[in-house]
T-cell receptor
Framework: GENVEQHPSTLSVQEGDSAVIKCTYSDSASNYFPWYKQELGKRPQLIIDIRSNVGEKKDQRIAVTLNKTAKHFSLHITETQPEDSAVYFCAANPATGANSKLTFGKGITLSVRP | GAGVSQSPRYKVAKRGQDVALRCDPISGHVSLFWYQQALGQGPEFLTYFQNEAQLDKSGLPSDRFFAERPEGSVSTLKIQRTQQEDSAVYLC??????????????FGPGTRLTVL
């Protein structure tokens, strides 16, 4: 089945700096890659996603890049702010088609130092 | 509009008790998923419904876990004879269910289950 790995497990940056979080996946048939942000005690919230027919997607300070050959995708956050501090999960769908379940990584704790 | 809601938000059970967790998906969403999130881990898939049909239950850890969605809307996850290893946050997610692509899954706030 699909295996999704995230690294590093924790990341600390200074406010205003950029943060990059990387994920790898194992199933070459996967075609949907969302990123979720989860604050302590809260629900996971989608912040950006990418499908396999594009290599990059950007939404204001957040961007995601996908390398299908290497089977990895990365989350880029620019001009980090203290409110960006949270756990970030990447995920992939282990099968194509409608409404596939998601396989999540273990999460990365991002700390933005003011 | 209203998002996915779950109840109760917190549940404490004694080992051996049965529990029932409820999920109200976003209105009109065809697909509904249950995930289990252990402390410090990512969500792990339990089961999936398309309308009232349970199409995938491959993630249910044992036959003590049972889920239903009888009218294709509200879903209940039931755990019988709870064990300490069942302690986790149980997350429900729903998506539109448009054929041909994987839709965005919207998560509820979860139910934190603690088994003593």
């Amino acid at each position: 089945g699909e295996n999704v790995e995230q690294h590093p497990s924790t990341l600390s940056v200074q406010e205003g700096d950029s943060a990059v979080i990387k994920c790898t996946y194992s199933d070459s048939a996967s075609n949907y890659f969302p990123w979720y942000k989860q604050e302590l005690g809260k629900r996971p919230q989608l912040i950006i996603d990418i499908r396999s027919n594009v290599g990059e997607k950007k939404d204001q300070r957040i961007a995601v890049t996908l390398n299908k050959t290497a089977k990895h995708f990365s989350l880029h956050i620019t001009e980090t702010q203290p409110e960006d501090s949270a756990v970030y999960f990447c995920a992939a769908n282990p099968a194509t088609g409608a409404n596939s379940k998601l396989t999540f990584g273990k999460g990365i704790t991002l700390s933005v130092r003011p | 509009g209203a998002g996915v809601s779950q109840s109760p938000r917190y549940k404490v059970a004694k080992r051996g008790q049965d529990v029932a967790l409820r999920c109200d998906p976003i209105s009109g969403h065809v697909s509904l998923f249950w995930y289990q999130q252990a402390l410090g881990q990512g969500p792990e898939f339990l089961t999936y419904f398309q309308n009232e049909a349970q199409l995938d239950k491959s993630g249910l850890p044992s036959d003590r876990f049972f889920a239903e969605r009888p009218e294709g809307s509200v879903s209940t996850l039931k755990i019988q004879r709870t064990q300490q290893e069942d302690s986790a946050v149980y997350l429900c997610a729903s998506s539109l269910g448009i054929a041909g692509s994987t839709d965005t899954q919207y998560f509820g706030p979860g139910t934190r289950l603690t088994v003593l």
